[in-house]
Structures are given as structure tokens and as C-alpha cells.
């Protein structure tokens, strides 16, 4: 229901006392009855204003943060919601322009706030400021978690004094402080590809698969890593492995469906002695 709601604690007790609402307008209901009877003003103005922003409503969100701005014009629980509004309606400089000219000095010490600066600086081109931002806030450890190592990775990635070998740092890095993360451990095993360290993405695949409940689609990643090795047998296997394992499924989903097809497919092709080459 607010699926994106990530604003501050005071969002989440105001939802917990609408704990009855099922849906967005229920809770929507629940609000306007608050607002009447004049309890809570700017918090509930401010949680419809999230309701809004999370159902795309973005002209009502901002109207409900501005009834809230003349409650509490300086606060920074405003200008959070004011720059995460400008951030989905695609206005990174505006984004930028409502935390730089916010003068709740409570702001500068939320941990949310670099990592939304950093963003907006992204969106924007700025990489290198968007990396000194986010490197900052990793050094304080400011809230960060394994999708900010991620995303400074990948910010990494696209800066020409950093590249690959960078994004690889990074992810390691993150790894040391988020050990089971897969997004992070993922990335990394393409990276590697990428780069020619086979072995090495094959290990930390191999370490994966070695504790997941369901490794079908590990060892589909598996076999293609083995493929792209030059070492079509080993990969092979791997799929039959794979494909074994989701058809002893009873029931599956889209995805699933999707890849034991892709797996009939890679398994299909005539096998290397077919075509000249030796196992």
C-alpha cells in the first residue's frame, strides 16, 4: 500500500494508528479526519503528501506540502518530502535547491540526505561530485547499506579515473561490511567476467550457490560464466543442473518459465563434439 513511503519514524507511527486502512484512499480518509479534528496537522499532511508521491499524484502532494509548509516552514522533514517529490518528478536541481535551503540544522545530520544530494548530483551529470558526496557519507558510515556500496559502484563504473578496477573496490568493500549481500556479490562475479577473472567470479558464485535454498538460477549464471570461459561442457552441466531443478517444480512463475525455456534452448544446440570441438 506505501510501498514507497521511506520518510521519517513519525510517518510510521502516525500509519500505525491507521493500522485498519486496506487501502491508499482508506488511509487518505483517515487523515482528513484527523486534519478536522485539528490533531496532528503537519504530520498528517505530510504523510498524504507520501501517500500521494507513492501513487504518481504529484500535484496533490504538492499541494498537501504546501498546506504543511505554513505549519512548519523551515522544517526538514518538509524539505525531505519536498526533495523527494522533485526527485520523481525528474528536477534534480530542485531537488538540490530545497536541502541546500533548508535551515532545520537537524538536516545536515540525517543520514538520508547525502545519499539524496548524491543522487540529484548523478542526475545531473556531476559524478564527481556525486562520488566525493557518497564517499563522505560511507566514511562517516552514515546509514549505509548494501544498495548505497552498489550505487557507488556504479557511479565508480562511469568515471574515467575509475572503471571497473574502482568498482571493484568498492564492492569489496561493501562486502567486508554486508558479507551475504548477493546485489553486491553479483555485480562483482560480472565485473569479473567482464574483466577476464574467471576464476575468481566463478568462486564467489560457487560460494552462493553453496548456501541458496534454490540455486537454479545460480547455476543458469553459472553455466553462462562457464560458457563465456570458453568451456562449454563444464557449462553445460551446469544448465542441466539448473534446468533439472526447476522442473521439479510443481508450480512456477513468469520468470522461471522463462528461464527453463532459455535453458531447453542452450541445452538444444548440438553439443561441442558435434560441432569439431573435444571435450
Avoid at 91 to 105: F, G, I, N, Q, W
Amino acid at each position: 500500500m506505501l510501498r514507497r513511503i521511506w520518510s521519517l519514524s513519525f510517518l510510521l507511527v502516525l500509519l500505525a494508528s491507521c493500522a485498519v486502512a486496506h487501502d491508499d484512499e482508506v488511509t487518505l480518509r483517515l487523515i482528513d479526519e484527523k486534519l478536522a479534528r485539528g490533531e496532528a496537522r503537519a504530520t498528517a499532511l505530510l504523510l498524504r503528501a507520501e501517500i500521494e508521491r507513492a501513487d504518481g499524484r504529484w500535484a496533490e502532494a504538492a499541494a498537501s506540502l504546501d498546506r504543511a509548509a505554513l505549519l512548519i516552514p523551515g522544517s526538514g522533514r518538509l524539505a525531505l518530502c519536498r526533495a523527494g517529490l522533485a526527485e520523481d518528478m525528474e528536477r534534480p536541481d530542485e531537488a538540490l535547491r530545497v536541502l541546500d535551503a533548508c535551515p532545520d540544522t537537524a538536516l545536515a545530520s540525517d543520514p538520508r540526505v547525502p545519499w539524496m544530494r548524491a543522487e540529484a548530483l548523478r542526475r545531473l551529470g556531476r559524478v564527481d561530485e556525486a562520488a566525493a558526496t557518497m564517499d563522505a557519507a560511507l566514511a562517516r558510515d552514515l546509514g549505509a547499506t548494501a544498495d548505497h556500496f552498489l550505487a557507488r559502484s556504479r557511479i565508480a563504473g562511469s568515471r574515467p579515473g575509475e572503471g571497473a578496477p574502482g568498482a571493484i573496490r568498492v564492492l569489496q568493500a561493501g562486502l567486508e561490511r554486508w558479507p551475504g549481500a548477493w546485489n553486491l556479490a553479483s555485480r562483482l562475479v560480472d565485473l569479473e567476467a567482464q574483466a577476464g577473472h574467471y576464476d575468481a567470479a566463478l568462486a564467489r558464485l560457487d560460494a552462493a550457490i553453496a548456501v541458496a535454498p534454490r540455486p537454479e538460477r545460480l547455476l543458469a549464471q553459472r553455466g553462462d560464466l562457464l560458457a563465456r570461459a570458453g568451456r562449454p561442457w563444464e557449462a553445460r552441466e551446469a544448465w542441466t543442473v539448473a534446468l533439472a531443478g526447476l522442473e521439479s517444480r510443481s508450480a512456477q512463475d513468469p520468470a522461471s518459465r522463462e528461464l527453463e525455456d532459455r535453458l531447453r534452448t542452450a541445452l538444444s544446440e548440438p553439443p561441442p563434439t558435434a560441432r569439431g570441438i573435444q571435450p
